[in-house]
């Protein structure tokens, strides 16, 4: 088993056989199959819609068309969208190279994390390739601000790659959580089994915005932020058709436990490593984000390949 912290890796890499997985899109509700296969040397990560003549979408900066709520990415027409938890995997996994077969337009969202991906892959290891990984360099400071919502994605040049991310929700529930990776922290175990979050109260208005069609209580933590009462609670268990659940006294729904106490920070460090493999590879840069979301990642990746 190889991951970023094993060892630095001279060679590029892919899968050593394919992989499928299939299941509801988080958003759309649209049932998936996915397959991730291997790839020749300098493919990167592309995305094939087998439903639409095969049609190619490269996961790159240049390509990303919707921010809300997951990461979309489109080319001649076709799309491929809530990419970021695979192409965190890949990327954690160190996977340089791969061909992702797809039947609709929304990746899965399994259980919320990258996880069932790293269970699949990484007992198998991987093929090492005769062409040297080209890593993302830059040599200039890249800087990302939203001044609105206060938040922001530095790149810096760097030596070998860091990643430190600062959630701050004004949450009494969540508190400011820090997250970080880099080659002492190993992906597979610390960061890719980390799941999405909701708050309670964003639930109700994301079904009725069609938003979160394929949710379910096994694949998201579910924040109780403010009171709510017991009608509320049997509506939210009737809403996933699951029996009766319940708010803990530490202000989570009981559908889920806790992999770590600052899982959700680990899970937006998920999110941003995957949006930033959209600068075309692996970054060789120290990053740091606060209040980084889909728009503002995906942005700084942007900014990243237009100095390359």
Known sequence: ????????????????????????????????????????????????????????????????????????????????????????????????NAFIEIDNIEVPILDGSAKPYIDAIWADGFELQNEPRKYVEIKETVEVVNDEVGSIVRIEPAEEFSYDIKVDFNSRVLGVQHAVWNPSVVYAEEIGICRTFVFFHEIEFLFNNNLVKGGDVDNAIVIVEHPVTEEQVDRMSKLFNVPALKVREDGYLSNLILRFPNECARHKLLDLIGDLRLCGGFLKAKVTAEKAGHGINTTAAKAVRQTL
Not at 31 to 51: E, Q, S
Not at 67 to 85: C, F, L, M, P
Request: proline share 2%; glycine share 8%; charged share 20%.
């Open 1 to 96: 088993m190889h991951d970023l912290k094993e060892r630095k890796m001279q060679f590029q890499q892919t899968l050593k056989k394919s992989y499928t997985f299939e299941g509801k899109g988080l958003h759309t509700g649209k049932f998936a199959h996915m397959t991730v296969c291997p790839a020749p040397v300098n493919t990167g990560i592309v995305f094939i819609r087998t439903d639409a003549d095969n049609a190619t979408v490269t996961a790159l900066a240049e390509n990303v068309s919707n921010t809300a709520r997951s990461t979309t990415i489109s080319q001649n027409g076709v799309s491929v969208s809530t990419i970021e938890h695979i192409l965190s995997a890949l990327t954690g996994m160190g996977v340089d």
